[in-house]
């Protein structure tokens, strides 16, 4: 099985990174599957799409960074095979707390006792259990403004300008208010969620 093409342009910092991967999307019609930093400052964009578009998206990105000096190396692998793709699938850190908040076993747990022994009295025990349960991911999540976006569906479903606005209130380091004023959609999103996985592992 085959699925799209991937182009990598692997870089020395972040600030090539950005306008490469600025660059790429403006120039092919691409999508930046993700930006993966890693030790010793080294950065890579990863875009997808058809190979014809990928490798002119790959060229641009290359092409406007020749003036910081920081391309590592880059390619295009044509039609990834899906074993390849998983390997450059996003992290999605978010959905497994949120799955493991849903499910109760002490509370199934209980349940199966109590139809042994008595069930008036456990069914009125159950439900207080869940409420304590609860109220430790309730703190974890007051850590952040409720109105601020903090998945990936949310945040491609905002405006640039509401985007912007979230850039400016969470500070995000890795972009000037410059930058932040002048990014389009993909940069922003992919800041703020850079920003926030941050957050979450400080």
């Known amino acids: 099985m085959t699925v799209e093409s991937l182009g990598m342009i692997e ?3 972040f600030l090539g990174a950005v306008v490469a991967a600025d660059a790429a999307l403006k120039a092919a019609d691409v999508e930046m599957r993700d930006l993966r930093i ?8 990863l875009l997808t799409g058809d190979v014809a578009a990928v490798n002119a998206g790959v060229d641009a990105g290359v092409a406007s960074i020749e003036q910081f000096d920081c391309l590592i190396s880059e390619h295009v692998i044509a039609r990834m095979d899906g074993q390849t793709n998983t390997m450059v699938q996003p992290p999605s850190p978010e959905p497994t707390p949120n799955e493991s908040d849903e499910p109760q076993a002490p509370e199934d747990n209980d349940a199966a006792t109590s139809d042994d022994v008595v069930t008036p009295k456990p069914s009125v025990e159950t439900p207080a ?16 403004p409720s109105d601020w976006a903090t998945d990936r569906t949310t945040l491609e479903k905002m405006r640039v300008v509401d985007l912007r606005k979230q850039a400016y209130r969470m500070n995000i380091q890795t972009l000037t208010k410059k930058q932040i004023k002048m990014g389009n959609k993909r940069t922003l999103v992919q800041a703020i969620l850079d920003d926030l996985q941050r957050r979450n592992n400080s």
């Open 129 to 144: 259990k869940p409420v304590e349960q609860p109220a430790a991911p309730a703190e974890t999540t007051a850590k952040l």
């Open 38 to 45: 890693t030790r010793g400052g080294l950065v890579t964009v």
């Open 11 to 13: 870089v020395k910092g």
